[in-house]
């Protein structure tokens, strides 16, 4: 429905000429996916393009994405990740995809949440702006996460859903990953993502976020250390260098045990390296199964479809090529 010449087209027009004709290819993108029926037959509401032009602003910034971003996509893993299929299911989403980390206080102070308080302001902020237009915490951290991912050049367009019920009860505790220290070993983190509901692969998949990553909080490594030579990229460069870091680069404990051939998720892990469109499309899978971790799947499948209101995609190649020779550094 829409090929690529026609989007090649739009790229070539002039802005008042797209101002002229976008309108006229977003009805019918609309009319289409009603006909499909895949967001319960409801258009996404027009508020969520306003967010992802605002979110834009913050999360992209000479072609790569920026810290905000980074912290957006950590931020969308610690609402959810606080899920377990061990403990009692509490609606909406058993501490899973709720916003609490956003609407209970005392989540954000937890030690697993260091490095992500500038990003919970800045989001905080956003929700306290949008929400008089029926915006949901909850989606809207999923949303950001998403849009973030797909900002970094090279990210996917992961299927983006809007309808979560919001609490501000606090998340169970004990559930996240440490990337240090007891607990950060692969057979300990495999089973806390299988509790999850996630296998092996998945995990895998997951941690390669890692690809945008820079240490802000902990002290076992140098602070402002990237998790790979590249991350203002949504690349597989991580996966290589977990086995053969660069200099500057500093990776986590837990990425080293995940990466450990002779395990399960390493065997996985291998098999990312230099495996761009495999493991990008694992990558969105696995997220958006996180975007709706403890929301039942009844629930889940009358949400409205907002995909459309990211940002496209961007070449992953392009963007190294075009980037300036600074912008690769840590
Ligand atoms: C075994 C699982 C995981 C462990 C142990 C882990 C651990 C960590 C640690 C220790 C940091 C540095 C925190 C700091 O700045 O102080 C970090 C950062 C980050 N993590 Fe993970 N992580 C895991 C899985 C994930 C997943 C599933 C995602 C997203 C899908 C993710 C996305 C990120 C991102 C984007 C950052 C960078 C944040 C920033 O630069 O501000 N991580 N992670
Ligand atoms: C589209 O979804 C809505 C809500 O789930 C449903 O009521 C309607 O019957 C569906 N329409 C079609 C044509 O399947
Ligand atoms: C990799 O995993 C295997 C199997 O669990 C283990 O025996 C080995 O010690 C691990 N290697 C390293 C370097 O940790």
Request: net charge positive; hydrophobic share 40%; with cysteine.
């Amino acid at each position: 429905m829409r090929s690529k010449s026609t989007f090649l087209m739009f790229s070539l027009l002039t802005p008042s000429a797209l101002c002229f004709s976008f309108p006229q290819t977003s009805d019918i993108t609309a009319s289409i996916s009603n006909i499909f029926n895949r967001s319960g037959g409801t258009k996404c509401p027009a508020i969520w393009t306003t967010i992802s032009l605002d979110l834009t602003k913050s999360f992209l910034a000479n072609g790569q994405c920026t810290d905000l971003a980074r912290a957006a996509i950590r931020y969308a893993f610690h609402d959810a990740g606080t899920f377990s299929l061990k403990l009692p299911f509490t609606a909406p989403a058993a501490g899973g995809a709720d916003g609490s980390l956003l609407l209970n206080p005392t989540e954000i102070s937890r030690p697993e949440n260091n490095g992500l308080q500038d990003y919970n302001k800045f989001i905080g902020d956003k929700f306290t702006l949008y929400k008089p237009q029926g915006v949901g915490a909850a989606d809207l951290i999923y949303f950001a996460g998403n849009h973030a991912v797909v900002t970094c050049p090279g990210g996917p367009s992961v299927k983006t859903v809007i309808g979560r019920t919001d609490s501000s009860t606090a998340s169970p505790t004990g559930v996240m990953p440490p990337g240090f220290g007891p607990g950060s070993d692969h057979d300990s983190l495999l089973k806390l993502f299988v509790d999850k509901g996630f296998s092996a692969e998945d995990l895998a998949a997951l941690v390669g976020a890692h690809s945008t990553s820079k240490n802000i909080a902990e002290t076992a490594i140098p602070v402002g250390a990237s998790q790979d030579s590249t991350p203002g990229v949504w690349d597989v460069k991580f996966y290589a260098e977990t086995y053969n870091p660069p200099q500057g680069v500093v990776r986590f404990d837990s990425d080293i045990a995940l990466s450990n051939k002779s395990t399960a998720v390493g065997k996985k892990f291998a098999g990312f390296v230099d495996g761009q469109g495999k493991w990008t499309g694992k990558f969105a899978d696995a997220m958006y199964r996180l975007s709706v971790l403890g929301v039942p799947s009844g629930t889940a499948k009358n949400f409205v479809e907002c995909t459309d209101a990211l940002p496209k995609a961007v070449s992953v190649k392009r963007d190294i090529r075009g980037a300036a020779i600074n912008a690769r550094a840590v």
